[in-house]
T-cell receptor, first 111, second 114 residues
């Protein structure tokens, strides 16, 4: 069974702090996506990483794909209340279009 | 345009009702998906359509019946649901060719079964 372990599951921090969310697996992924979801809304795609060692930046968010394409991280610098939400990683390990999902990280950024 | 639309936004139905959820995308994607999501959990895949044909059914009970009338539309017909079927139902779409596996999600339908 292919698993994507995401940590931490819950995170509550103060505005201005930095944080990192991790997704780890024993499987190799051809690509990995990060999504952010607000309550009652659908997940919004933040980024896709496909190359081992790849680093992508989206304003204060930095995404990294491990060299072996088995793990990924999301780092947020100077978190703001607007960053509050559920962060989900999802990877594709085959060619059948099924995504393997992490359990999500529920982030609360307090003003 | 990376928009997937879903209607209705909210739906309350009794266990004997028949209702339908609708999804539409105009991104030229040839794969469309139905997911079920419980609060603070990841989406659970239900069905995948590829080129308007059902390619994956994740052992979903027959009270859920998907339909793909054309490459832009996806429906989910609901009948005789149970209270435990209450959840956020998400539609998504993606390309089918190449190595791009990005899925784009709609805003979801919040379903409550009474």
């Amino acid at each position: 069974t292919q698993l994507l372990e995401q940590s931490p599951q819950f995170l509550s921090i103060q505005e201005g702090e930095n944080l990192t969310v991790y997704c780890n697996s024993s499987s190799v992924f051809s690509s990995l996506q990060w999504y952010r979801q607000e309550p009652g809304e659908g997940p919004v795609l933040l980024v896709t990483v496909v190359t081992g060692g790849e680093v992508k930046k989206l304003k204060r968010l930095t995404f990294q794909f491990g060299d072996a394409r088995k793990d990924s991280s999301l780092h947020i610098t100077a978190a703001q209340p607007g960053d509050t939400g559920l962060y989900l990683c999802a990877g594709n390990a085959g060619n059948n279009r099924k995504l393997i999902w992490g359990l999500g990280t529920s982030l609360a950024v307090n003003p | 345009d990376t928009e997937v639309t879903q209607t209705p936004k909210h739906l309350v139905m009794g266990m004997t009702n028949k209702k339908s959820l609708k999804c539409e995308q105009h991104m030229g994607h040839r794969a469309m998906y139905w997911y079920k999501q419980k609060a603070k959990k990841p989406p659970e895949l239900m069905f995948v359509y590829s080129y308007e044909k059902l390619s994956i059914n994740e052992s979903v009970p027959s009270r859920f019946s998907p339909e793909c009338p054309n490459s832009s539309l996806l429906n989910l017909h609901l009948h005789a649901l149970q209270p435990e079927d209450s959840a956020l139902y998400l539609c998504a779409s993606s390309h089918l060719t190449g190595d791009n596996y990005e899925q784009y999600f709609g805003p979801g339908t919040r379903l409550t079964v009474t």
